[in-house]
């Protein structure tokens, strides 16, 4: 089944500890990117990824890192999370960056206190 | 930078009803447009798109025509069901600026019998 994953689900995290989300996609998309959702903000994006080895800024990239070192995988890091970071993320993927359609996760849900 | 602005909701509809979601959108060049859905406790999946002007998106009974002169991208359906409750999201992609998509706040639909 063609299908984008995301672990954790659920987290509850307190302030300043590292931490990873995984994404991870079957359907060998070229593109991959972050959102976190906010009651009334919609969707705003974190990070993009073109492909392999070639990722970008998004409109909130503050206090986030991600990589991509391998085509599948597409993992989000929060070096020292604050509590203005909790959220629910998602992250989605498409064969191409513009008119494709991007294919979500289920979501994140972070709690970080 | 691009924007997108939906109607405010949330919209609350009786069965069978006209539905009408204004989306209007701001960006440089001609950016392709999307519809996205998401029912409770999901991710978001796309209803419908349109990539260039004048083209119409439709799916399920819904529809969204892609105009450039008001830049808009409102989204339609004859008759909505209880199972139509969900938040739609219009988003765009830019084509100028590879990678970055902009979603709007999203709408909030409840469809009573």
């Known amino acids: 089944e063609a299908q984008v994953t995301q672990n954790p689900r659920y987290l509850i995290t307190v302030t300043g500890k590292k931490l990873t989300v995984t994404c991870s996609q079957n359907m060998n998309h070229e593109y991959m990117s972050w959102y976190r959702q906010d009651p009334g903000l919609g969707l705003r994006q974190i990070y993009y990824?073109?492909?392999?080895?070639?990722?970008d800024k998004g409109d909130v990239p503050e206090g986030y890192k991600v990589s991509r070192k391998e085509k599948r995988n597409f993992p989000l890091i929060l070096e020292s999370p604050s509590p203005n970071q909790t959220s629910l993320y998602f992250c989605?993927?498409?064969?191409?960056?513009?008119?494709?359609?991007?294919?979500f996760g289920p979501g994140t849900r972070l709690t970080v206190l | 930078g691009d924007s997108v602005t939906q109607m405010e909701g949330p919209v609350t509809l009786s069965e069978e009803a006209f539905l009408t979601i204004n989306c209007t959108y701001t960006?440089?060049?001609?950016?392709?447009l999307f519809w996205y859905v998401q029912y409770p406790g999901e991710g978001l999946q796309l209803l419908l798109k349109a990539t260039k002007a004048d083209d119409k998106g439709s799916n399920k009974g819904f529809e969204a025509t892609y105009r450039k002169e008001t830049t808009s991208f409102h989204l339609e359906k004859g008759s909505v069901q209880v199972s139509d409750s969900a938040v739609y999201f219009c988003a765009l992609t830019s084509h100028t600026n590879a990678g970055k998509s902009t979603f709007g706040d999203g709408t909030t639909l409840t469809v009573k019998p």
């Open positions: 960006a440089t060049g001609y950016p392709s």
């Open positions: 990824s073109m492909n392999v080895e070639v990722t």
């Open positions: 989605a993927s498409s064969l191409g960056p513009n008119t494709d359609t991007q294919y």
